[in-house]
């Protein structure tokens, strides 16, 4: 047929760019939002944010976005919303239905057999699909939280949030199946790791973004840590728009993988929808060639100590896995390894060594003062 109509169709590549993958975390901290209710209310922010995923989405028609909910002792998915597959069993195991479910959070972005779309001729119909389901998904969330859980607890999931973002881009990311190569599920290792050519979603090509309004996260320091050496080693970098709080962990992630930190103040939270679009929109590969916002900023690399998780700025680490302590241990043993370490000569005080006193001059010579021997006199008188 191409000889027919001289044409190149099947040789021709496609050059447009790769598409991505855009997970945001967004902080519904009970706690924290009734402290911004006069200054950034939670409705507020939604609107901008629905304006920053449509503007993701219409930069490309094969980008995508997941939206992780970082609730008070627990994290879920706002979008896409897990599919509930048919019941396995009739045994009660998660408590709130009386069968088993298997649960597919590789729902399509275009499915509609959880919550339906109606047609509206103003809007683009995957804008209103995603504006749909995250109120949606969200209203249930709250609706839901009772005034017993939020008595458990008041800090927020985010090493939790961050465990669901990176098992979503995995499973995005990562083929479904082995290579036929490969003998050994053991031994396998995903292999998008690198921006992959042509239109192919690599993990390099995801981010993730956290919308933070809570404070200390010092008791979460070692799963937050975790994660983010994981987000290094898969080059997925993490932006943090921090709106509330000081939490040196938040700041630490973005430079440790090479995101994007803004905490602006209250007076410019009135222009959060231009911080997310000239701060957070560009991807990693157009970053490249931008100068993102807070490049040369000073960070807090202060860490959280694992005895009790306090952020520390002199501490004591074991040297064998090298975990923070604020204090000296009793028994000269690691918490975390067990390992026998040893003090030295830490908190004994030094010995006082008592002044010399200094030896009077005698008549006739002079005593030196450094070597203590004296010094002869003259015998000879002054020439006249």
């Not at 402290?35 to 028609?61: D, M």
């Not at 009739?90 to 109606?118: P, V």
């Not at 009135?270 to 100068?291: E, H, K």
């Not at 030295?344 to 203590?372: H, Q």
Request: hydrophobic fraction near 40%; aromatic fraction near 6%.
């Amino acid at each position: 047929m191409n000889a027919v109509d001289g044409t190149d169709r099947s040789e021709r590549k496609d050059d447009a760019p790769s598409p991505s993958l855009l997970t945001i975390i967004l902080d519904t901290n009970p706690f924290a939002w009734s402290l911004l209710g006069t200054t950034l209310p939670l409705s507020k922010l939604l609107a901008n944010l629905l304006v920053f995923i449509n503007a993701h989405l219409a930069i490309g028609h094969a980008n995508r976005v997941a939206v992780v909910a970082s609730h008070t002792g627990r994290a879920e998915f706002l979008y896409p919303v897990p599919a509930l597959s048919k019941p396995t069993s009739t045994t009660t195991t998660n408590g709130y239905s009386e069968e088993n479910h298997d649960i597919d959070t590789d729902a399509d972005e275009g499915e509609e057999d959880i919550i339906h779309t109606s047609d509206d001729a103003n809007k683009y119909r995957p804008f209103a699909h995603v504006e749909k389901t995250l109120l949606h998904s969200l209203q249930d969330l709250i609706s839901t939280t009772t005034a017993k859980s939020l008595a458990n607890t008041t800090s927020t999931m985010i090493a939790g949030a961050l465990t669901l973002a990176l098992t979503h881009i995995s499973k995005t990311t990562t083929p479904a199946s082995l290579p036929s190569n490969t003998t050994d599920s053991n031994n396998f290792t995903p292999t998008p790791l690198e921006p992959t050519e042509g239109r192919g979603l690599g993990a390099a090509n995801a981010r993730i973004l956290v919308v933070s309004v809570s404070g200390d996260l010092a008791n979460q320091y070692i799963p937050i840590m975790n994660a983010l050496f994981a987000c290094q080693r898969l080059h997925i970098p993490v932006d943090i728009l921090k709106l509330a709080g000081d939490t040196v962990f938040l700041q630490q992630a973005a430079d440790l993988t090479g995101g994007v930190y803004i905490a602006p103040s209250d007076a410019q939270k009135g222009g959060l929808l231009q911080y997310l679009m000239m701060g957070f929109l560009p991807d990693a590969v157009a970053r490249n060639i931008l100068v993102s916002p807070g490049e040369g900023e000073g960070v807090d690399f202060r860490a959280a100590c694992f005895c009790h998780l306090r952020v520390v700025d002199i501490g004591f680490v074991c040297s064998i896995c090298l975990s923070i302590f604020c204090e000296p241990l009793q028994d000269e043993m690691c918490l975390t390894c067990g390992t026998q370490l040893k003090m030295a000569n830490y908190g004994i005080e030094p010995v006082v060594v008592p002044r010399r006193k200094k030896k009077r001059r005698k008549l006739g010579g002079t005593i030196d003062a450094d070597r203590g021997e004296e010094t002869p006199g003259s015998a000879v008188g002054t020439p006249g």
